[in-house]
C-alpha cells in the first residue's frame, strides 16, 4: 500500500513520478527512507533517477527497474531533461528575470556559494511574479545545470533567499519554500510533461505558469 503522503503523478511501464513531500529524504539512516517505503509498498526494488533536497517537495522520478536507472541517468547528464522549480521569497530581489551564472565552491558549515568564476559553472534561469495579496514574490526557476544546493544558493546570489531556507539565510517560514514543479522529457519516442501543482497556501501563481515549459525560450 503506497504511504498515504505520496501521491502518485504517472506511472509508466518501468519508472513512475511522485509528489514528494517536504521534509522527507530519500535515504535515511535507519533505513526508513521514502525509497525503503515505497519499495516496501511496491514490493519490488526501486532505483533513484535523480535528487531533491530533504526541504524541497515536488516531482521526483523513480525507475522499477535497473535499466530505467541507466536509460534516465544518461537523459540528465546530456541534459534532456527540463526542470523547473518554484520558489518563494519576501525579499526583494536585486533582479526580476534573467541568468544566474557562477562557479560554486564550499563555504561554512556544509553550505555553498556562487562566484564570479566560470570555470564550471552553474546556470539558472528565472522569472518572478509579485504576489501583492501575501506581499512575496514568486519564482520559476529553470536550472541548465544540477549542483547540489543550486536553486537555494541561486536565490541567495540574488539578494533573496528563500523563505524558511534558514541555512542560506531566508526568512522564518513553517518550510523551505522551494517546490519541484514540472519535468519535461522523452521518453521511448514519448513526450512527458510532468506538473506538480505546488499546496493551495503558496497562492496564485500566473497562468502562464501552468505550462512552464512555454515560459522559457
Known sequence: ?????????????????????????????????LLKQLSDAWQMPLWPVHRLDKVTSGVLVVALSAEAAARFGCLFEQRRIHKY??????????????????????????????????TRPAVTRFISHFDGEHSYRHYLLKPETGRTHQLRVTMKSL???????????????????????????????????????????????PVSWQTPWQCFY
Not at 11 to 33: C, F, M, T, V, Y
Not at 164 to 189: M, V
Request: one cysteine or more; glycine letters at 12%.
Open 85 to 118: 522549480y518554484l520558489a518563494i521569497s519576501s525579499v526583494k530581489a536585486k533582479k526580476k528575470q534573467g541568468w544566474v551564472k557562477g562557479d560554486m565552491v564550499r563555504s561554512r558549515n556544509g553550505c555553498w556559494k556562487l562566484t564570479r568564476q566560470q
Open 1 to 33: 500500500m503506497i504511504p498515504a503522503n505520496i501521491t502518485i503523478l504517472h506511472r509508466s511501464n518501468d519508472w513512475l513520478a511522485i509528489d514528494k513531500p517536504a521534509g522527507a529524504s530519500l535515504h535515511n539512516e535507519d533505513g526508513q527512507g
Open 159 to 205: 539578494g533573496c533567499p528563500i523563505d524558511g531556507d534558514e541555512r542560506y539565510g531566508g526568512r522564518g517560514a513553517p518550510r523551505t519554500y522551494l517546490h519541484a514543479y514540472g519535468l519535461e522529457f522523452e521518453d521511448s519516442g514519448q513526450t512527458f510533461q510532468l506538473l506538480c501543482p505546488p499546496p493551495q497556501s503558496w497562492g496564485n501563481l
